[in-house]
């Protein structure tokens, strides 16, 4: 069994002996906290911790977090407090074991809320010291090492909460030894016979395959040495779940996945990565499309290589990586290598970069954690941002951005900075102008345009696919829709109190907050809001609001309208809508009714739509359109006329002349002589509706042109 003492022999390697000591300190301190509790193997508890430390240990991670990997469980499984532990080993490692630690006091409706209020928690210890994600990692490495005394339902949810969040969080921080085992080890519990199946046929080819892979790799290496190269081949065999996906994303059988063993080659320096590269291509050709270069364009975990794939013999594809030695520890410990400089043990500050990337890559968590509702949303968009698969892209001045495959314009708008993704209007690819849904490619150059009064759009939310630009938009909607309601609801209860002789600012003070905890809300914003949306009638409130006054008047059954009509002026945002059975344009008499969710929908006063509600005064406001017009109204007109050739062509050039807009265009037949054309047009009032019309009245062969109703 491995003990305290061949971790302190393996630490030797690395750390002076004073930090060993404290090491070891941490250690029985851990034995004595977790006296008597054992694992559900039967092993005593502190085997976990001491395993924990020992993996990383194999990381050359720092006495901090070896120590705090010891005490993890310390404060969630026994009585020992946070403050207990930072006076006897320090506030750095108090935190740390805090940031892994759950949250045991709090009683959580389901297993889904504790696990997205636990991974918050963790991720504003990880904004304080990225430390806290490695120590995690190592400890569900261990835990998925031991699975096997679990229940079945367990070990898959364990299972697939580390294949969904943990893994990937692994290959988001670069740390490859961790990702690959979490991976393989989430499939054995997943899938258990497929993994042992794949097990058993990989240690098959390898005795089948074993001449080919000795006679390609000694192949490489005397190409190498010819050429006076310097570098090492080593063979590699694909892991288990890499293999299964590609068995089941191409559906092929193992014997048709001939890529299963590659080969990585470790030079000295950059100069010798590309020179090998030069090498291996004039010995077996490459796979067009499949060469990347990760060196001149790393990955956003700092992960740097050369990828190529090539023709071996029998047209067995080979896929070669080449890399620098410190390049390779990189790929393997990621942004744990930090701290491997830092002890000393590589000549440069390989990691330096992945350090910082790991920081922001983290802030930006914290930013969608702030802008998502509720845990359960923050931890889904945590899911959503971990994709294995990336494009880079460039902004104006050549700084390289990252995204997933897939993304559009208003994603890379949201990864430069919130504000411009708020605000972005248009945008240029390679310096042709493109639609905000236009997805990205590698290489493509990108500029966007932004304007000052400029909102997102809810018609974002259907083709944006990076967590960050999703929560940003529903964040930047519901203040706005929270403002525009709170606006409304103003005036809406304004224009009811006029009802009774007042308004908000003429009660007394106190009077209205005085009366919140009886209209069942809290604050006057809240109150304001759900008048606005429609959820609470605003003639209620206010009759409420005035039979609480000592001096008010008797209410009054009838509505005196003192503060006139509300005006509208179409730019009014998410709470006035405009009803799409009549159209309302500029210049009509026009009526509103509230809706729940959607504030106040806008009708033509001769609707039919509204008959049912004009029984009820108090559901229906008056309205006026203001003088200043913001915005461009949708009008749907009927037009018969006579079938020919050229009409829609002709049509179409009349209303771009009148500076119009066509938003929809259909035909449908009568007979064999007339046609009626369904046209809706974007335009600005009645006058300019007006215009276009009489337009169309003089084409010939154009009959009875009509405002079309649902």
């Excluded at 060993?20 to 085997?47: L, M, N, W």
């Excluded at 940003?472 to 609801?489: C, D, F, N, P, W």
């Excluded at 064999?672 to 974007?682: H, K, W």
Aim: hydrophobic residues 40%; aromatic residues 6%.
């Amino acid at each position: 069994m491995f003990t305290i003492d061949d971790l302190a022999d393996r630490l030797g390697g690395y750390l002076p002996p004073e930090e060993i000591c404290q090491v070891k300190r941490a250690f029985y301190y851990a034995e004595q906290a977790h006296d008597g509790q054992r694992r559900r193997s039967g092993e005593p508890y502190v085997t976990h911790p001491l395993a924990v430390a020992n993996i990383l240990a194999n990381m050359h991670m720092d006495h901090q977090s070896l120590m705090a990997a010891m005490l993890h469980d310390v404060i969630e499984d026994t009585g020992v407090s946070k403050e207990a532990l930072g006076e006897q080993f320090g506030e750095a490692v108090a935190e740390l074991v805090d940031g892994v630690s759950k949250l045991t006091q709090i009683t959580f409706e389901d297993k889904a809320v504790a696990q997205a209020e636990n991974f918050q928690k963790m991720v504003l210890a990880m904004s304080r010291d990225i430390r806290v994600i490695i120590v995690k990692l190592a400890d569900r490495l261990h835990n998925m090492r031991t699975l096997g005394a679990l229940r079945p339902d367990k070990k898959r949810r364990i299972a697939r909460e580390t294949l969904e969040i943990y893994a990937r969080i692994a290959s988001r921080l670069g740390i490859n030894t961790i990702r690959v085992e979490l991976e393989d080890l989430s499939f054995q519990a997943l899938h258990p016979m497929r993994s042992e199946r794949i097990k058993r046929a990989v240690s098959k080819a390898r005795g089948h395959r074993r001449s080919t892979i000795r006679q390609v790799q000694s192949s490489l290496q005397k190409c190498l040495d010819d050429d006076g190269l310097p570098g090492t081949v080593i063979g590699r065999q694909k892991h288990l779940l890499s293999i299964y996906k590609k068995m089941r994303d191409q559906r092929k059988s193992f014997a048709e996945i001939m890529d299963v063993f590659g080969f990585r080659i470790i030079t000295d320096d950059v100069d010798s990565c590309y020179r090998i590269l030069g090498a291996v291509h004039n010995l077996y050709k490459p796979v067009p499309g499949r060469f990347k270069d990760y060196i001149a364009i790393p990955k956003a975990n700092g992960y740097q290589s050369l990828h190529t794939t090539l023709f071996g013999s029998g047209g067995m594809p080979i896929e070669v990586q080449i890399r620098t030695r410190e390049m390779e520890a990189m790929a393997n410990n990621g942004i744990a290598a930090h701290w491997l400089y830092k002890a000393g043990q590589t000549k440069r500050p390989i990691a330096a970069g992945s350090h910082a990337r790991a920081r922001e890559w983290v802030r930006g968590l914290l930013e969608m954690q702030r802008h998502a509702g509720n845990p359960l949303e923050f931890i889904e968009h945590v899911k959503n941002d971990l994709f294995p698969d990336d494009i880079y892209v460039f902004t104006p001045k050549g700084d390289i951005m990252e995204l997933p495959q897939g993304a559009t314009v208003i994603d890379f708008a949201y990864s430069v900075h919130t504000d411009i993704g708020n605000s972005c209007i248009a945008c240029r690819i390679d310096r042709h102008l493109a639609p905000l849904s236009s997805r990205l490619e590698s290489g493509q150059t990108l500029e966007i345009i932004t304007a000052p009064g400029a909102r997102p759009n809810t018609t974002w939310l259907s083709f944006v696919i990076t967590a960050k630009a999703r929560s940003a938009i529903r964040h930047a909607l519901k203040h706005q829709q929270h403002t525009e309601s709170v606006q409304l609801g103003r005036r809406l209860l304004n224009k009811a109190l006029a009802d009774f002789e007042t308004s908000l600012e003429e009660l007394p003070e106190g009077h209205l907050a005085a009366h919140l905890d009886e209209l069942g809300v809290k604050q006057q914003d809240e109150l304001l809001e759900s008048i606005g949306l429609g959820t609470r009638m605003a003639y209620a409130v206010a009759r409420r609001l005035a039979e609480a006054l000592q001096d008010a008047p008797e209410a009054r059954g009838q509505r005196s309208d003192t503060h006139g009509p509300i005006m509208i002026s179409g730019a009014e945002g998410m709470v006035i809508n405009f009803a799409r059975c009549c159209h309302p344009l500029p210049g009509d008499p026009v009526i509103g009714h509230t809706s729940v969710g959607k504030g106040i929908v806008v009708h033509r006063a001769e609707c039919r739509n509204l008959d049912d509600l004009r029984s009820d005064p108090e559901k229906l406001f008056a309205l006026e359109w203001s003088e200043n017009q913001e915005a461009d109204f949708p009008v749907a007109l009927r037009i018969q006329v006579e079938s020919r050739r050229g009409l829609v062509a002709e049509l179409a050039g009349l209303v771009t002349d009148a500076d119009a807009n066509i938003e929809r265009i259909g035909i449908e037949e009568r007979d064999a002589r007339l046609s009626i054309v369904n046209l809706t047009l974007a335009v600005r009032d009645r006058v300019h509706l007006a215009r276009i019309i009489k337009r169309i009245r003089n084409l010939p062969h154009v009959g009875k042109i009509q405002r079309a109703t649902n």
